[in-house]
Each structure stands twice: as C-alpha cells, then as structure tokens.
C-alpha cells in the first residue's frame, strides 16, 4: 500500500469512527414514506420488494396502492395474510375510456390519506 492509499484508509476509518458515533448516540425512532411514481415499470415491483425485506427485519408497514383496475392484485392478496405486519389500503376508482381524467381519482386519493386510511 503506497502513501495515497494508507491515508485515505485513514480517512475512511475518521468517517466512519464519527457515523458509528451518531448512531449510537441516536435516540429517536421515525417511520419512512416512501412514494414509487412516474411512467414506464417497475414501480410495484420495486415497493413491494422494499415491503418484503422490512418484513423479513421485523418491520411493520403500510402499504397505499392507487391502481387503475377494480380487481384484487396478487401482492395485496399475499400481503393481506400478514395482518399484524402490514396494514394495506387500496385507493383508486379503476380506469375506463369513460373516467380517465384525473380530478376524480386526485380527490379519491388525498381523501384516502387524509382521513388516516
């Protein structure tokens, strides 16, 4: 290991001393919201892969899903097993040539979380 590399090590091991710190002094617990938006996929597949690693630590959840369709999804039927470890709430009005503006499932929506759903 030349100079460079002994003081970077050395700097690395500083960080990391000043991290492991503020850890360990850490009191306070906090949830965390996370929000999957945007076009294209991968969206739920993402989400509910976060939702079963929090599972597997022992970590309660909550899951909103907006969907398009009215029938049940797969991942809300398996989830739906686990009552105690995760609360799940399906929000969205379903999707048809006939209502495909947004005004409708926006209110839907910010009724549903607001209302502590």
């Known amino acids: 290991m030349d100079g460079r ?3 970077h090590k050395a700097r690395m091991q500083r960080k990391k001393a000043v991290v492991d710190a503020k850890i360990a002094e850490a009191q306070d617990e906090y949830g965390l919201l ?3 938006s945007g076009n294209g996929k991968g969206k739920s597949s993402s ?3 976060m939702v079963a690693r ?15 369709g009215a029938a ?20 969205g009005e379903g999707f048809t040539w006939e209502t495909q ?6 209110r839907q929506g910010a009724g549903g979380l ?3 759903a």
């Open 5 to 7: 590399d002994e003081r």
């Open 34 to 36: 996370l929000v999957h």
């Open 47 to 49: 989400a509910f892969g």
């Open 54 to 68: 929090a599972l597997g630590h022992g970590i309660k959840v909550g899951v909103v899903q907006f969907i398009k």
């Open 72 to 91: 049940s999804t797969g991942e809300e039927n398996f989830f739906r097993r686990f009552p105690e470890e995760v609360r799940y709430h399906v929000m």
């Open 101 to 106: 503006g947004p005004p409708a499932r926006h």
């Open 114 to 116: 607001g209302s502590g």
